[in-house]
């Protein structure tokens, strides 16, 4: 089977600073896989690779056999691809209801009515469609991250990275973000989450990767790589994170 | 006695941050235009002449005041626009170009901008037409009202463009990853969500531009645009009365001026959001 996302020997540098030194990975149709690290390890680099808000030096990464090569490729990509930040990146001018239509309108060139169906329906699905009418600054921090999960949704992509959806979060908001990605696994998304939510990792990935200094050092299943990795530096990392 | 500094904050005495609020600024607003207006209307009806002679007198240069104003003032946002991305351009040539015109525009006397487009421009274009040939260009002839505009609008376009390059780097760099990772392309980005967030941020200065522009076109009086300024002076020029004359001119510029900036925070206040 063909792997949804491929990335191959995929470098970046920032400066002198060489962020991902010659990672590869596949990820294919339906899988959940939890990309953890120490900070700066370059988990999110990679993760902005997959859609290209990020620019790699070398390497090659094809999206849905859509190489990341060209403008037009890269937007066919973006639409395919639905990516949920740390920071929300709600539109702050916008209330929730243009937030989620804005795209499906002008991308995916949706009638309004359509656009507003299709919100109305995730802003369900994700718990909150009462806010449709509000700004993303009258809504908590883990209603905003949900609104953005649904705006991305809103598109139909087949694959969804998460960037650290919860580090933003207060504790007691952490859950009902943790409950909607839960559901959209088991709903059988392609999933790509960087994130250090072991229980997460537990209950939904099919894979976990350990990364440290722009290298992939380890991956299994959450099982195997929580309760006996091989490598010293996963040992260390998880000893810290793991309580 | 305990010894404290006599600014500490009690718990009984909150400290009180005076600020000036909205109601301060209406209440300061309400009051010059009681005085101006109030003023204008007693020096017309006490003293008719020659006050309300004055008054239609410079009618039809108010009219071309506000008409060069607001016709510039629309076209300084859109030149403004396309200057400020260019300043905030990846590419080299395109933000070369906007840079070398916001410096080369910021460094001349506006006065001096408008003699030039006034005077030279015209000859710049004859000469073209004789190298060339073209006889329509040859026997160019500027109208006032038009290159005095385009002077304002070159000028103010500079201006505007530092304004909007502040304004689109205010919007977080966050807003645009999220655009762009939705599919939206570049001008999909900027239309739908970086310039109406910007916008929001540079209405105030926006704003002082506008009013700044309705002063600044009274220059247009020396290039023989009959503005209200013009019209003033031709009227003094036959009546001799300075006093009463640039009075007035003063208090119609001060009228316009104050209603402008009302706008202006009325439309603040309309546009505003939190983040």
Same mark, same amino acid.
């Given at each position: 089977?063909?792997?949804?996302?491929?990335?191959?020997?995929?470098?970046?540098?920032?400066?002198?600073?060489?962020?991902?030194?010659?990672?590869? !990975?596949?990820?294919?149709?339906?899988?959940?896989?939890?990309?953890?690290?120490?900070?700066?390890?370059?988990?999110?680099?990679?993760?902005?690779?997959?859609?290209?808000?990020?620019?790699?030096?070398?390497?090659?990464?094809?999206?849905?056999?859509?190489?990341?090569?060209?403008?037009?490729?890269?937007?066919?990509?973006?639409?395919?691809?639905g990516m949920v930040f740390q920071s929300f990146n709600?539109?702050?001018?916008l209330m929730v209801m243009e937030n989620i239509c804005?795209?499906? =309108?002008?991308?995916?060139?949706?009638?309004?009515?359509?656009?507003?169906?299709?919100?109305?329906?995730?802003?369900?699905?994700?718990?909150?469609?009462?806010?449709?009418?509000?700004?993303?600054?009258?809504?908590?921090?883990?209603?905003?991250?949900?609104?953005?999960?649904? =705006?991305?949704?809103?598109?139909?992509? =087949?694959?969804?990275?998460?960037?650290?959806?919860?580090?933003?979060?207060?504790?007691?908001?952490?859950?009902?973000?943790?409950?909607?990605? !839960?559901?959209?696994?088991?709903?059988?998304?392609?999933?790509?989450?960087?994130?250090?939510?072991?229980?997460?990792?537990?209950?939904?990935?099919?894979?976990?990767?350990?990364?440290?200094?722009?290298?992939?050092?380890?991956?299994?299943?959450?099982?195997?790589?929580?309760?006996?990795?091989?490598?010293?530096?996963?040992?260390?990392?998880?000893?810290?994170? !793991?309580? | 006695?305990?010894?404290?500094?006599?600014?500490?904050?009690?718990?009984?005495?909150?400290?009180?941050?005076?600020?000036?609020?909205?109601?301060?600024?209406?209440?300061?607003?309400?009051?010059?235009?009681?005085?101006?207006?109030?003023?204008?209307?007693?020096?017309?009806?006490?003293?008719?002449?020659?006050?309300?002679?004055?008054?239609?007198?410079?009618?039809?240069?108010?009219?071309?005041?506000?008409?060069?104003?607001?016709?510039?003032?629309?076209?300084?946002?859109?030149?403004?626009?396309?200057?400020?991305?260019?300043?905030?351009?990846?590419?080299?040539?395109?933000?070369?170009?906007?840079?070398?015109?916001?410096?080369?525009?910021?460094?001349?006397?506006?006065?001096?901008? *408008?003699?030039?487009?006034?005077?030279?421009?015209?000859? +710049?274009?004859?000469?073209?037409?004789?190298?060339?040939?073209?006889?329509?260009?040859?026997?160019?002839?500027?109208?006032?009202?038009?290159?005095?505009? +385009?002077?304002?609008? +070159?000028?103010?376009?500079?201006?505007?463009?530092?304004?909007?390059?502040?304004?689109?780097?205010?919007?977080? $760099?966050?807003?645009?990853?999220?655009?762009?990772?939705?599919?939206?392309?570049?001008?999909?980005?900027?239309?739908?969500?970086?310039?109406?967030?910007?916008?929001?941020?540079?209405?105030?200065?926006?704003?002082?531009?506008?009013?700044?522009?309705?002063?600044?076109?009274?220059?247009?009086? +020396?290039?023989?645009?009959?503005?209200?300024?013009?019209?003033?002076?031709?009227?003094?020029?036959?009546?001799?009365?300075?006093?009463?004359?640039?009075?007035?001119?003063? *208090?119609?510029?001060?009228?316009?001026?104050?209603?402008?900036?009302?706008?202006?925070?009325?439309?603040? $206040?309309?546009?505003?959001?939190?983040?």
């Amino acid at each position: 089977m063909e792997p949804i996302i491929h990335v191959e020997n995929v470098h970046k540098h920032f400066g002198k600073v060489h962020a991902l030194c010659g990672v590869n !990975l596949d990820v294919y149709k339906g899988e959940v896989v939890v990309v953890v690290g120490p900070s700066g390890s370059g988990k999110s680099t990679l993760l902005r690779c997959i859609n290209r808000l990020e620019e790699y030096d070398a390497g090659k990464i094809v999206v849905d056999s859509i190489p990341l090569d060209s403008a037009e490729n890269i937007n066919a990509v973006r639409c395919e691809v639905g990516m949920v930040f740390q920071s929300f990146n709600l539109f702050a001018h916008l209330m929730v209801m243009e937030n989620i239509c804005l795209a499906q =309108r002008v991308v995916r060139k949706r009638s309004k009515e359509e656009c507003r169906k299709i919100a109305l329906d995730l802003l369900t699905k994700v718990g909150i469609p009462e806010k449709a009418k509000n700004y993303p600054a009258q809504l908590s921090g883990g209603q905003q991250q949900r609104v953005a999960i649904a =705006r991305a949704l809103a598109m139909n992509p =087949r694959i969804m990275l998460f960037d650290e959806p919860t580090s933003a979060l207060d504790p007691e908001m952490i859950k009902e973000v943790l409950d909607v990605m !839960l559901a959209l696994a088991n709903e059988g998304m392609t999933m790509v989450v960087v994130s250090h939510e072991m229980g997460f990792a537990r209950a939904a990935a099919n894979r976990v990767i350990f990364m440290d200094e722009g290298q992939i050092i380890e991956e299994g299943t959450p099982d195997k790589l929580f309760a006996s990795p091989n490598n010293e530096r996963t040992k260390l990392f998880l000893s810290k994170v !793991l309580h | 006695m305990e010894l404290r500094p006599k600014s500490t904050p009690t718990e009984k005495e909150p400290v009180n941050i005076p600020s000036a609020g909205p109601s301060a600024r209406i209440d300061a607003w309400w009051w010059l235009v009681v005085l101006v207006v109030g003023l204008a209307v007693l020096l017309i009806v006490a003293k008719s002449d020659p006050f309300w002679n004055i008054l239609l007198f410079v009618r039809d240069g108010l009219v071309v005041t506000v008409l060069v104003t607001v016709t510039a003032f629309i076209f300084t946002l859109i030149v403004g626009m396309f200057g400020g991305l260019g300043r905030l351009s990846q590419n080299r040539i395109v933000y070369g170009i906007s840079s070398l015109y916001v410096e080369l525009v910021r460094g001349i006397p506006l006065l001096v901008q *408008l003699i030039w487009w006034y005077f030279a421009f015209p000859v +710049v274009i004859q000469q073209i037409g004789r190298w060339l040939n073209i006889s329509t260009l040859a026997n160019y002839q500027v109208n006032a009202i038009f290159i005095a505009v +385009v002077g304002l609008v +070159v000028c103010y376009g500079a201006y505007m463009s530092e304004i909007y390059r502040a304004g689109i780097q205010s919007v977080p $760099k966050g807003q645009v990853e999220a655009a762009r990772s939705l599919g939206m392309s570049y001008v999909q980005t900027m239309r739908y969500v970086v310039l109406p967030q910007a916008f929001r941020v540079i209405l105030p200065p926006v704003g002082n531009e506008f009013i700044a522009l309705l002063k600044d076109s009274s220059l247009v009086s +020396v290039v023989a645009v009959a503005d209200m300024t013009r019209r003033g002076r031709e009227f003094m020029a036959t009546h001799f009365n300075p006093i009463e004359v640039w009075t007035m001119v003063a *208090l119609l510029y001060l009228v316009m001026t104050l209603f402008s900036a009302r706008m202006v925070a009325w439309a603040e $206040k309309k546009s505003r959001f939190e983040r």
